[in-house]
């Protein structure tokens, strides 16, 4: 007898059913807890590890990041006393955690330790991205928003970097990183 040559359709890695719709809305409001909760002092860690980075590409190190209120402060030694500080609106740079947990919690079994585990590492992938993504924050504050003395520190070919990888991160990146987090990282059943 001659075997089919068609392959066997293969079982979707997520199911969406009610079960699956639970376990999102369950992820979505842990998370949202986690996040409301942890806000500040990760803002406060997000701050002091993109100012080493800043501080990093400067001569001399100038930079001081302060989260306070829900946005990372900017200031440099080098302003005057009497100038604003500008101020990074910090949940607008993190507020993606969430999504990231409410995407893990589709898969079933999602409290088992190696999709558990799975989870947090893309957490910890995520951190590292809010922190370039601050540190381009900060950087296209510096190139673009501080008037005749961003045109003499900042070129055109700076100016335009910082400022496409600050827009590129707030118009699709934050809502990107974690559906490419998920994705990478998600068990095959």
Do not use: K
Request: hydrophobic share 55%; with cysteine.
């Amino acid at each position: 007898m001659a075997r089919s040559s068609r392959a066997e359709p293969s079982a979707p890695l997520i199911r969406l059913d009610v079960r699956a719709a639970l376990r999102v809305v369950a992820g979505f409001c842990a998370a949202l807890v986690i996040w409301l909760t942890f806000s500040a002092p990760y803002e406060r860690a997000l701050a002091s590890v993109a100012q080493v980075l800043v501080n990093a590409m400067e001569r001399p190190a100038v930079t001081t990041l302060a989260a306070s209120g829900g946005e990372i402060l900017v200031d440099r030694s080098d302003f005057p006393p009497s100038s604003p500080r500008p101020g990074i609106p910090a949940s607008e740079t993190h507020f993606n955690f969430v999504l990231l947990a409410a995407l893990f919690a589709l898969a079933p079994h999602c409290l088992r330790p190696r999709p558990f585990g799975r989870f947090w590492l893309a957490a910890a992938l995520l951190a590292a991205i809010h922190v370039v993504a601050t540190v381009f924050q900060v950087e296209s504050v510096y190139a673009l928003r501080l008037g005749p003395w961003s045109v003499e520190h900042y070129g055109p070919v700076a100016r335009n970097f910082w400022a496409a990888g600050f827009h590129f991160y707030q118009i699709a990146g934050r809502f990107a990183a974690p559906f490419a987090l998920w994705w990478a990282l998600r068990l095959d059943g």
